[in-house]
């Protein structure tokens, strides 16, 4: 599949429809945690185009979910007696053993980068479990995790797919169309991004909201144009048989809906608030005007949306694009063109990250989710908040409180935690930020002193 897409792939309820196979098979624990390392290495081996790696996304249930408690099991293709329900304790075994064999890292104690697991925090979420604390040590480690925050949200774990480290898609758009979703819930995600430069946006029209917001919707209306015409172009090669993996994993919907990607989603994403606000009003999105501006913007952009899924019959969706790239590119080529249009950097320009606060703008942690939390509730195909940390958090519990404070305190949809931390291509994983490794230096100093002590011992010989 990653050969057929630029994205990411997801793997939804990871844990619960493997948890069957365990005891089907009797399994030992040592067993499972063999098999789920030889998963994360061969999910580690690039096999995509261009020689990367696969870009996966699993999301871990730790329990049963609900719709899937009283669900007969299927195991090669067979129906059983027993329910997913049944296998709590095997969905432990899975998410213990993908756990350690994650915090283990490589021979070199390096991180393994995929797959990226993300875990639900609900309103009942059993805090106090020991059987989750190997989950809690790798996040306090590697700052691994995704966490999806439905304690302060109108959705349940049901209602929402987590497809990659930013887009999460609402299953409840889904349900509306018909149909249901009995087994067709992950065959979703989106059939492309099209991202907004905002920070040009801002500059052509300093000041005058009613010119921005014009020049706003005709470049959605390029973008729509975009997707649609992708979309048409999609279902035509697939028909012709140019994505044959797709065209099987996609095949139900087809028979369904006449179409094979009726389900997935058209994307509008943006860049450059941040410096948008600055190029349009002089204040940047830190501050409460450009924070209401950013606002204001999200808000237009999501009922422009809403016309085009009215208007296509197709689902838009509003995703805080990530933007590792076109940060640096239309920056670059802005500044080019534009030499007087307000950007991060000195040397290299570049454009904050989405709707973003700047760069090293505060290290207080509360008061960055503050500001943010209005912002990332607006986004309705994903965005994340990252947490980095200074250094490594050195018990289980100050971990769990700190993702437990952020789900109960904010509205934050999707954040995970980043420890500092460095890798020694001898001594591993180092806690906190080190461009010298310290035990190589402490060997190199030994070393000199045992090379000294034996210079001086010859020395006193030769002189005798």
Partial sequence: MQGEAAGAQAFANFDTLLAPFIRHENL???????????????MNIPTRVGFQTPFTNITMDLVVPGNMKDEAVVIAGEIHDSTYGDYQEEMYMINRAFAEVMLEGDAKGRIFTFPIPTYNITSNFDWDNKQLDPVWEMTAKYGIPYFANFVNSDMSPDDARSMCCRLRLDNRELRKRGGGLFGSNPLTGSIGVVTINMPRLGFKN????????KELKYLMEVAKDSLEIKRKMLEKLTEQGLY??????????KERTGKFWTNHFSTIGLIGMNEAALNFMGKDIASPEGQMFAIETLE???????????????????????????????????????????SMGNKEPYYTNSTQLPVFYTKDLFKALSHQDPLQ????????????????????EATKQLVKKVAENFHMPYYSLTPTFS????????AGEFFNCPKCKEEEQQKIISEISELKELLEQHVK
């Avoid at 300093?206 to 917001?213: D, I």
């Avoid at 044959?244 to 919907?253: C, F, N, Q, R, V």
């Fill in 300 to 342: 237009f952009m999501r009922d422009v949306m809403k016309e085009y899924q009215e208007t296509t019959g197709n689902f838009y969706n509003l995703e805080a694009t990530p933007g590792e790239g076109t940060s640096y590119r239309l920056a670059k080529i802005d500044k080019e063109k534009f030499p007087e249009i307000k």
């Fill in 28 to 42: 030992s624990y040592e067993s499972v945690k063999r098999a789920i390392r030889r998963f994360i290495f061969n």
């Fill in 423 to 430: 890798v020694c291509p001898t001594h591993g994983y180092l």
């Fill in 206 to 213: 300093k000041g005058n909201k009613e010119t921005y917001f």
């Fill in 244 to 253: 044959p993996y797709s065209k099987h994993y996609l095949s139900g919907i």
């Fill in 377 to 396: 509730t607006r986004y309705t195909g994903g965005t994340v908040f990252h947490i980095f940390l200074g250094e490594r958090l050195n018990s289980i």
